[in-house]
């Protein structure tokens, strides 16, 4: 499978824990996207990444989020001290820059905070 | 700020009805608008874009600027369409701006 890959698909935590989530992109795709995607809403875009260069961060990225994308490959989303607002499904993306721009979507790490 | 409004949490139709799933957006500049489709047990993938003008799966929609909508039509619906639809912006940056998601439920 090409396609970008999360882990892990599902990941249950107790409050106040930290949590981190990797992406995998689609080979050779330069950008890479974090949203979160809460029950009944679409996702909502938290940060990207232009190779290993943050580029955008929402607002709804708390002090206690924080993603890395070291060598412009794969991707972490850190989370610490988690709180029960943070149960939601993390959506990564990719896509190339030079191309037409389509994002393309993994599977979502599904997290459940106790 | 850019916003999208998908008005309707569920629409369902019957095999062979025309079918349209509403989206309205508002952003000052020029946007780009896409159509992303996720099928039961699925990723999220992209069904069209409005730049393109394709028409894919006999989906189509158009960008209609004035009304600020792009709205996803399909003559006659399947089975198989049936699926969550999320309409999303393109503003200034690459990031897209989802609407809330229509379920289309198409029924034998």
């Known amino acids: 499978d090409t396609g970008v890959s999360q882990n892990p698909r599902h990941k249950i935590t107790k409050r106040g824990q930290n949590v981190t989530f990797r992406c995998d992109p689609i080979s050779e795709h330069n950008r890479l996207y974090w949203y979160r995607q809460t029950l009944g809403q679409g996702p909502e875009f938290l940060t990207y990444?232009?190779?290993?260069?943050?580029?955008?961060k929402s607002r709804l990225l708390s002090d206690r989020f924080s993603a890395e994308r070291p060598k412009g490959s794969f991707s972490t989303l850190e989370i610490q001290r988690t709180e029960q607002g943070d149960s939601a499904m993390y959506l990564c993306?990719?896509?190339?820059?030079?191309?037409?721009?389509?994002?393309?979507f993994g599977p979502g790490t599904r997290l459940t905070v106790l | 700020a850019q916003r999208v409004t998908q008005p309707e949490k569920l629409l369902s139709v019957f095999k062979g009805a025309p079918v349209e799933l509403k989206c309205n957006y508002s952003y000052s500049g020029s946007p780009e608008l896409f159509w992303y489709v996720q099928y039961s047990r699925q990723r999220l993938q992209l069904l069209l874009r409005?730049?393109s003008r394709e028409s894919i799966k006999g989906f189509t929609a158009d960008l209609n600027k004035g009304e600020t909508s792009f709205h996803l039509k399909k003559p006659f619906a399947q089975e198989e369409d049936s699926a969550m639809y999320y309409c999303?912006?393109?503003?200034?940056?690459?990031?897209?701006?989802f609407g809330k998601g229509t379920m289309l439920l198409v029924s034998p």
């Open positions: 990444f232009q190779n290993e260069a943050q580029l955008e």
């Open positions: 999303a912006l393109s503003g200034g940056y690459s990031t897209l701006t």
């Open positions: 409005h730049i």
């Open positions: 993306a990719s896509s190339l820059v030079t191309g037409p721009d389509t994002q393309y």
